[in-house]
T-cell receptor, first 113, second 112 residues
Framework: GAGVSQSPRYKVAKRGQDVALRCDPI?????LFWYQQALGQGPEFLTY????????KSGLPSDRFFAERPEGSVSTLKIQRTQQEDSAVYLC???????????FGPGTRLTVT | QKEVEQNSGPLSVPEGAIASLNCTYS??????FFWYRQYSGKSPELIMS????GDKEDGRFTAQLNKASQYVSLLIRDSQPSDSATYLC????????????FGTGTRLLVSP
């Protein structure tokens, strides 16, 4: 079946621009996670949704970061007024149950110039 | 102390050898443990999950878990050049909604 998809795959933004990153999870997966991965590091948790409810946003680095999943399926991560330190790969993962494995999408590589 | 620690490597092994990758974690309440493989420029790909003490085998891969020592490892038998990648150890956080906490990864190089 189809895996997790993300778009765009690459995004170049000028400092101060707003960006929106989309994630389409595996069909039927209730849980959706966003992670940020800097070069040479492991992914770091940003936020978690169960259906449409955002139950944990403790990893969002600032109030410029906002995520939503209004219908419990597709999710959007929005970054306002991008800064150079926001340059990273943004990964989306979905999970079927509470103990099940998380499956990652291909990621969006964001470069802020 | 980092929550999940891995040696960054690179770990170099010849083709056909056994590669041994290690990971320690700090949260004693963690219940689920995962190994992901990440090729350069690609996203993490799940290769093994383990939930109870002992060994779990899947093809050329064996995951080993020792909760008392807070240690999890991955063995790759008959290593192939195509196994060359970064291997990420991930642990489910015992708090909140079981987000994954990752190590920084170990880079494995398998030479022909």
């Amino acid at each position: 079946g189809a895996g997790v998809s993300q778009s765009p795959r690459y995004k170049v933004a000028k400092r101060g621009q707003d960006v929106a990153l989309r994630c389409d999870p595996i069909s039927g997966h209730v849980s959706l996670f966003w992670y940020q991965q800097a070069l040479g590091q492991g992914p770091e948790f940003l936020t978690y949704f169960q259906n449409e409810a955002q139950l944990d946003k403790s990893g969002l680095p600032s109030d410029r970061f906002f995520a939503e999943r209004p219908e419990g399926s597709v999710s959007t991560l929005k970054i306002q007024r991008t800064q150079q330190e926001d340059s990273a790969v943004y990964l989306c993962a979905s999970r079927q149950g509470a103990r099940d494995e998380q499956y990652f999408g291909p990621g969006t590589r964001l470069t802020v110039t | 102390q980092k929550e999940v620690e891995q040696n960054s490597g690179p770990l170099s092994v010849p083709e056909g050898a056994i590669a041994s990758l290690n990971c320690t974690y700090s949260d004693r309440g963690s219940q689920s443990f995962f190994w992901y493989r990440q090729y350069s420029g690609k996203s993490p790909e799940l290769i093994m999950s383990i939930y109870s003490n002992g060994d779990k085998e899947d093809g050329r891969f064996t995951a080993q878990l020792n909760k008392a020592s807070q240690y999890v490892s991955l063995l790759i038998r008959d290593s192939q050049p195509s196994d060359s990648a970064t291997y990420l150890c991930a642990v489910n956080s015992n708090t909140g909604f079981q987000k994954l906490v990752f190590g920084t990864g170990t880079r494995l190089l398998v030479s022909p």
